[in-house]
């Protein structure tokens, strides 16, 4: 568990993009974040107020939190300085990097003097169990994408939003690095060792009461064939009541696979739903969140209108629209 | 690689059940086992003859190969007293036991004084790359199961040695412990990290000659929802030509999982056959294999007959009958 409130690093971003766990804080957990910190030549901002690392902890920031990735895989000299200040200053440091805090041993030696953590939401740390199948309590969402990338993050935290919105039990489950800045916990599942996989979603979604949802991040796609083992593992460790169908409409071909076509959502409803009814038979698919973000207003509207039509079920992208009818098809569940 | 030949480590085994490893090595590579290492009152024995570590050292013997499971989760003291003679004379060390070799900081010490390896087969030593689900020349078998145990090693080894007898160019690919220790190498996927399984089964069955058959070991179950996900990577990464289906029909439920019940063959192959497809267009399942261990001969061969007829495809026990017809329906492929 991450320490709240952040005050969010932005670095030396070079542009927005780059500072997207930050911007993923600010949109859905404003709450947990202070302020950003700025280095010159910053190209991004994410519209919190810009403070100093005394500024911040005077009003009660507990970690310094990398919301920025870092250029040519080395966490620089420019960077080492503010987290080393932040440190002495009594932060913990939370980072996401490919690049472990735990291997620059002038944070591990400064952290050690001063009694701070640095947490590495790459790596587990947690001892997980093998998954026993055993029926938990309360109710799962799982997101189930055509693709890797395509929405699966954004649907959930979404969807989590507009239950909690319309009084309704819910918690979002983080299974990735962004997730889990974005709320202070979770499981890194890419980085889980095989065996344990489907243990540590079970983990992250314990019994519950039988009116709270967990809202499960999803990964990979049971047709993305790197990273399909992945997404099974999270379709029998959820013991989903319920899969959404992320898709973006636009790929041409499977994240970083030419020469693999997308499924049809057709594709992943027949080949995901019997496989969740092996966890749990009464898995339903519930909805579908198309990430319309390279369509015009009207080719989106009419694009999900006619996939609507075509699945029978409730088809909207969250991010234009919110996600109010992909909660309110749950109410039935 | 683990250097060749061995002396099999039979230790104190309670039972023959505890040699499993050993027995498999005599079974499936007799060639690699030079003689058995047993300790006073050792309950297994698989017929090779009894050597000292000298005898076995001066016949050629590189690599003292621990073949049997420990009691109680620890390396005991009068095992340690051989390891650490072996090394000294100039053995390497390999196991597949949960307790590490290098976790014995006495064992470490001998394998560095004396320049010799010690190889903890349960553990990756490779960085395996993320699949990049490129097609590969050569073709591919995989066995896949209805669940844990069944008979997914015994039957890829026994269709390589039976592809061999035909004088058909074919190597079985391990993927589990056992199976490492028989032939020397192969890849321990249910340790592997989750972002890499695929790309294990990539790197451990490269482009080969058009009319090369890999073995490929299964693991798991995609119906066993403990290690489904490590299942889908095997089908994922390894892009079958083939598929086996596996089953061992007295199962009352999914090992380990009381409450699920086993899978049709039907059903294996119906889901196993187009998630393979996703990477390997041309798949085919191609045969049964039967654990028919707790049945008569009459029984075993009545019920073969009928799944046989049933599944329009070779129904066997490799174990009683041998894989030669499981082997000859790749002619087809």
């Not at 969010?8 to 600010?26: C, H, N, S, T, Y």
């Not at 989590?160 to 009084?167: L, N, P, S, Y």
């Not at 994240?255 to 339903?284: H, I, S």
């Amino acid at each position: 568990m991450i320490e709240t409130p952040y005050l969010l690093f932005l670095g030396d971003a070079p542009d927005q993009l780059a500072a997207k766990v930050a911007q993923g804080i600010r949109d859905w957990r404003p709450q947990n974040a202070i302020g950003q910190f700025r280095l010159p030549g910053c190209g991004a901002d994410v519209k919190l107020n810009d403070m100093t690392l005394a500024e911040a902890r005077e009003k009660g920031a507990k970690t310094l939190v990398v919301g920025v990735a870092n250029r040519g895989g080395i966490i620089s000299a420019s960077w080492k300085k503010v987290l080393i200040e932040a440190i002495e200053m009594g932060y913990d440091i939370a980072s996401g990097l490919h690049n472990l805090l735990r291997d620059e041993g002038d944070l591990v030696a400064a952290a050690q003097t001063h009694g701070r953590t640095l947490h590495d939401v790459r790596v587990p740390t947690v001892g997980y169990p093998i998954a026993n199948g055993v029926k938990r309590s309360g109710k799962r969402l799982l997101a189930v994408g055509t693709d890797c990338s395509v929405g699966k993050m954004y649907t959930t935290l979404a969807l989590d939003e507009a239950m909690r919105k319309r009084g309704k039990k819910s918690t979002f489950r983080a299974t990735g690095q962004t997730g889990i800045l974005i709320t202070g916990s979770g499981v890194p599942l890419d980085a889980v060792i095989a065996d344990f996989m489907a243990g540590a979603i079970e983990y992250l979604t314990p019994d519950n009461d039988e009116d709270h949802w967990d809202m499960i991040e999803g990964q990979g796609s049971l047709y993305h064939v790197s990273y399909s083992g992945v997404t099974l593992a999270l379709i029998h460790g959820g013991q989903p009541d319920a899969l959404v169908i992320c898709h973006e409409p636009s790929r041409a071909h499977m994240r970083g696979l030419p020469g693999y076509q997308l499924p049809t959502l057709e594709m992943v409803r027949d080949t995901a739903l019997p496989l969740a009814r092996v966890a749990n038979p009464k898995c339903q698919v519930t909805g579908i969140s198309i990430n319309t973000q390279h369509m015009s207003e009207d080719e989106a509207l009419s694009y999900l209108e006619a996939v609507e039509k075509r699945m029978g079920l409730p088809a909207v992208d969250p991010f234009r629209q919110g996600a109010d009818r992909l909660a309110e098809a749950l109410d039935a569940i």
